[in-house]
C-alpha cells in the first residue's frame, strides 16, 4: 500500500499543556504521520498528535487505522505472492518504530549473519521504504519552517505541516516542477551496476533536530502478523521473488 513512517513536529512549549506535547527527545512537538507511495508522494497524512503518545498509539488513533480494520479502504482482495499459495493482505512497509501486524511489516530486530534469510528480509524492506525517508529529507530541506520550532499554537502548527505536504505533493505531481522542487541527485538513487545506494542530496545538508523520527518501542506481535512476515521472507528467496544481488548487498 506505500511506506508509512512519522515524524516529530517540534514546537514551542505550549502554554497550559502540561507534559501532553513533551515527547521522549525532551521536546515539545506534534506528530505527523504519513504514508507515502513509489513517486513519493504523501497519500495520506495525519498531523496533530500530542508528542508523548508513543508510535504505535499514533498510527492506531488514525481515522486510516479504524478504516483499515473495519474493511472500509477498499483494498484488493488478500492474494498470493507469485509462485506462493498463502493468501495476505495488502501491507504498508515500516521501520521498527511501528508494531507488526497483518499489514504492517517491519525488520527483523537484532543483528543477522550474512545472506541469512532474516538479513536479506530486512534488506528488501529497507530498499522499499527508503522512498519514505526521502519524501521527509525533501519536506524538511525546502521548507525550512519544519527545521526550528514553530514559534505557534499546535493548532497553528498542524495547518502549517499539512500545507507543506499539500504543498509538496502539488511541486511532485508534474515534471516542470518536480524537476526544480527535486531536481536530479537529491533523492536518494540505486546504482545500475553495484545497486549500491547513491545518497541524495538532501542527505548532505545539517541534521535536522526539529524533524526527529518516532521512538522505537518493542511489541509483542500476533502469530498471524508474523507469518505474514514470514511468507515475504520465504518469497524473497525463491527465484520468483528475489532480486539477483541480494546476498551480496545484504
Given amino acids: 500500500m506505500g511506506a508509512i513512517d512519522g515524524k516529530h513536529v517540534v514546537l514551542q512549549a505550549p502554554a497550559h499543556t502540561g507534559s501532553d506535547f513533551f515527547n521522549y527527545k525532551g521536546q515539545f512537538s506534534i506528530v505527523l504521520l504519513a504514508i507515502v507511495d513509489a513517486k513519493c508522494m504523501f497519500r495520506y497524512v495525519d498531523i496533530g498528535c500530542k508528542g508523548r503518545i508513543s508510535d504505535g498509539g499514533v498510527f492506531k488513533n488514525t481515522p486510516f487505522y479504524a478504516n483499515l480494520q473495519q474493511g472500509n479502504l477498499n483494498l484488493p482482495n488478500p492474494y498470493a505472492l507469485p509462485g506462493r499459495n498463502e493468501a495476505i493482505q495488502p501491507v504498508l512497509v515500516a521501520d521498527d518504530a511501528f508494531a507488526l501486524d497483518v499489514n504492517v511489516l517491519k525488520p527483523y530486530p537484532g543483528q543477522h549473519d550474512k545472506r541469512?534469510?532474516?538479513?536479506?528480509?530486512?534488506?528488501?524492506?529497507?530498499?522499499?521504504?527508503?522512498?519514505?525517508?526521502?519524501?521527509?529529507?525533501?519536506?524538511?530541506?525546502?521548507?525550512?519552517?519544519?527545521?526550528?520550532?514553530?514559534?505557534?499554537?499546535?493548532?497553528?502548527?498542524?495547518?502549517?505541516?499539512?500545507?507543506?505536504?499539500?504543498?509538496?505533493?502539488?511541486?511532485?505531481?508534474?515534471?516542470?516542477?518536480?524537476?526544480?522542487?527535486?531536481?536530479?541527485?537529491?533523492?536518494?538513487?540505486?546504482?545500475?551496476?553495484?545497486?549500491?545506494?547513491?545518497?541524495?542530496a538532501w542527505r548532505h545538508d545539517a541534521p535536522n533536530e526539529n524533524f526527529s523520527p518516532l521512538?522505537?518501542?518493542?511489541?509483542?506481535?500476533?502469530?498471524?502478523?508474523?507469518?505474514v512476515r514470514e511468507e515475504f521472507t520465504e518469497y524473497f528467496?525463491?527465484?520468483?521473488g528475489m532480486v539477483p544481488w541480494q546476498e551480496e548487498r545484504a
Avoid: W
Wanted: charged share 25%; with cysteine; hydrophobic share 35%.
Fill in 116 to 200: 541469512t534469510k532474516e538479513r536479506i528480509f530486512n534488506y528488501r524492506l529497507s530498499r522499499a521504504r527508503r522512498i519514505v525517508e526521502n519524501a521527509f529529507g525533501i519536506l524538511s530541506a525546502v521548507f525550512r519552517v519544519l527545521r526550528k520550532p514553530i514559534l505557534l499554537a499546535p493548532e497553528k502548527a498542524q495547518q502549517i505541516t499539512l500545507t507543506c505536504c499539500y504543498l509538496h505533493n502539488f511541486l511532485m505531481k508534474k515534471k516542470s516542477s518536480s524537476q526544480l522542487y527535486s531536481p536530479n541527485g537529491f533523492l536518494d538513487t540505486e546504482n545500475a551496476d553495484t545497486h549500491h545506494i547513491v545518497p541524495g
Fill in 215 to 227: 521512538e522505537h518501542v518493542g511489541r509483542r506481535p500476533s502469530g498471524s502478523a508474523i507469518a
Fill in 237 to 240: 528467496m525463491t527465484d520468483i
